[in-house]
């Protein structure tokens, strides 16, 4: 299932609205770990994926019974929930390099 | 130097329902604490989280949560139901709420960047919350380091958790692996955080017998048992603790004599066995250990007491048609609800589970006196200090029960020694009746002593006796005889002892 997700990516230019990537991330707080997340993420799909995204930000404070569905542990917490398959990555986002490889933007 | 005792607000528990292990534990886990159980792979870590929430449920309605980092939800439903546990119905009353962290095959995570493990807080503090939850467990830790490169992060992150918890008033139970028996507390230097209180399960393979046992390492503050404890898990039941010398010895004694079920017997015991006693029957094979055991139930039933025999040696068939051949139909006493034999294999469980079935017959049929023929046969099924522990567990037991019980042990050699059995339980008992073969001028022969009967003047002679279809006969004396109970018996023709 890997190869032909990466395939995909390689082969076709961004087919804009017509493959939109749905992102939840799940912070909890203002904090700066939670911040630093949100402008890292935005920033990210600004680059690699203008006009095709939507992000979804669940703060667990607020709505802490959301976190069951994904069983998220750790904060900040980003899934993929579309393209799938559901992905996840973990952390503030400041690694873009990683962030990309686990939204699989970019080949390992 | 005792002038100055500072006076430390004393640790409140709280009973974990488990049984035994409240014993050892002096009242339960640490009320408000986090307490660490630590053990090996198939330890039953996992059955002793939720049997500790399980209890609080049944016993007081105390609602518990449940978090998981390894098994999903619906395998602890399903693999707790054997033990009498339906986690549905809790959890549909509100009693009962997974906090569902176990990773999801195939799905793996990156990590770009910091984080920490708010969410997990949240969602436990939410759960707490929701159902006013008391008690909580977390199996296990291992499987949250599995997840997450930075061991560091995560264990700074469980300290939170377990400080929060404390804040909430929740008393807290988490499991973590060990590699080893006998080594470090647990991997990933868990203990640190919740060094306070650490139980230890252990699986031992001892003499290609397995062995559990449970050890109180740690419980700062505040008192309780120390050493390792067997325990066995019963289905329908969970974990039960066997604890040893926990127990008390408190049992009452009476003066209250009962019959043998043997007129000469009785009289050679100056009146018959004490009522709340332990008398151990030991001889070779063939030498009328079954036959006191019979005698010593129908003695009892005649007296409309009622009798439990407990036998390891032989069927029920054969055990029926021997007393018939000594002239007490078991059949009819059965008939009659007065007796009770229970047969089965030594081999057919281990001891801890013979010990609680046992156990749990006494309970149930209350019967006012015991006998176990042959108690030597458990030897084959366990270690000497799983034997050992056997012994006192169920003669404790049966001495808070005020009933009177007969034990037989087999000796090893024909001639005469003693058994492991003995040497066991010679103190624990009251009486002991030793069964020899002698021979003598061609012929075997058999004797009975009387070696000891606590509390009481007792007929010091060597007596030969007889059986026949009405059961056994005492007879005269070895008068010029030495060297009997050694198994080396010389005659002393004029009364001269040999030197």
Not at chain 2, 11 to 21: A, R, S
Not at chain 2, 68 to 79: G, K, L, M, V
Not at chain 2, 191 to 203: H, K, P, S, T, Y
Request: charged letters at 25%.
């Amino acid at each position: 299932m890997d190869t032909v997700d990466k395939t995909d990516q390689r082969t076709e230019p961004p087919a804009v609205k017509k493959n939109p990537w749905i992102l939840r991330l799940y912070i909890a707080g203002q904090t700066s770990k939670s911040l630093s997340a949100i402008s890292n993420l935005r920033r990210i799909c600004e680059e690699y994926l203008a006009g095709q995204y939507e992000i979804e930000i669940i703060d667990l404070l607020k709505m802490p019974q959301l976190a069951e569905g994904d069983k998220i542990i750790a904060i900040p917490t980003l899934v993929r929930r579309l393209p799938e398959p559901m992905r996840r990555i973990i952390g503030d986002l400041s690694d873009t390099e990683k962030t990309l490889v686990g939204l699989q933007l970019k080949a390992k | 130097m005792f002038t100055h005792v500072p006076n430390y607000p004393q640790i409140e528990k709280i009973e974990t329902g488990i049984t035994g292990f409240d014993l050892i534990s002096s009242g339960g886990l640490p009320k408000g604490r986090t307490t660490l159980v630590s053990g090996t792979a198939g330890s039953a870590k996992t059955v002793f989280a939720v049997q500790f929430l399980a209890e609080g449920i049944k016993r007081s309605g105390d609602a518990g949560i449940f978090v998981t980092f390894e098994e999903s939800p619906a395998d602890i439903r399903r693999n707790v139901k054997s033990l009498g546990w339906d986690l549905e119905v809790w959890e549909a009353e509100g009693k009962w709420l997974f906090v569902d962290a176990s990773p999801d095959p195939g799905q793996d995570q990156v990590e770009a960047g910091r984080y920490d493990l708010g969410a997990l807080l949240a969602r436990i503090e939410y759960a707490v919350a929701k159902i006013g939850a008391t008690r909580l467990s977390m199996d296990s830790l291992g499987a949250v380091f599995a997840q997450f490169r930075d061991a560091a992060l995560v264990r700074s992150e469980l300290f939170r958790i377990s400080a929060i918890l404390r804040q909430l008033k929740v008393t807290s139970l988490m499991t973590s692996e060990r590699t080893q028996e006998y080594g470090e507390i647990a991997r990933f230097g868990v203990e640190e955080f919740v060094a306070d209180n650490v139980v230890i399960l252990r699986n031992v393979l001892e003499d290609e017998k397995r062995r559990r046992t449970m050890e109180i390492l740690k419980y700062r503050g505040t008192s309780h048992q120390k050493g390792e404890f067997p325990f066995t898990i019963v289905s329908g039941r969970g974990v039960l603790a066997i604890p040893l010398s926990a127990m008390e010895l408190k049992q009452k004694s009476s003066n209250v004599r009962i019959t043998s079920g043997n007129k000469e017997l009785d009289a050679m015991c100056g009146g018959g066995f004490f009522r709340d006693s332990i008398i151990l029957v030991s001889g070779a094979t063939g030498t009328g250990k079954t036959l006191i055991t019979t005698e010593f139930l129908k003695g009892g039933a005649d007296k409309g007491e009622r009798c439990l025999l407990f036998a390891f040696e032989e069927s029920r068939e054969q055990l029926f048609r021997n007393a018939d051949g000594w002239g007490s139909n078991f059949e009819e006493l059965e008939e009659s609800g007065l007796l009770k034999v229970v047969c089965a294999y030594p081999e057919s469980a281990s001891l801890e589970d013979h010990l609680i079935e046992m156990k749990d017959i006494i309970e149930h049929f209350k019967p006012n006196r015991i006998a176990v023929d042959s108690f030597s046969a458990l030897e084959r099924v366990a270690t000497p200090k799983g034997f050992r522990e056997f012994v006192i567990s169920l003669t404790s037991f049966i001495k808070h029960q005020e009933v009177a019980g007969l034990f037989t042990a087999t000796t090893p050699s024909l001639m005469g020694g003693t058994s492991v059995t003995e040497s066991h339980i010679s103190t624990l008992t009251d009486s002991i009746i030793l069964l020899r073969y002698v021979e003598m001028n061609g012929s075997m022969r058999r004797c009975l002593t009387v070696l000891k009967m606590r509390g009481s003047l007792h007929d010091k002679d060597i007596l030969e006796f007889n059986i026949d279809g009405g059961g056994m006969h005492l007879g005269e004396p070895f008068r010029h005889v030495t060297g009997i109970l050694a198994g080396n018996p010389r005659e002393t023709p004029y009364g001269i002892p040999a030197i």
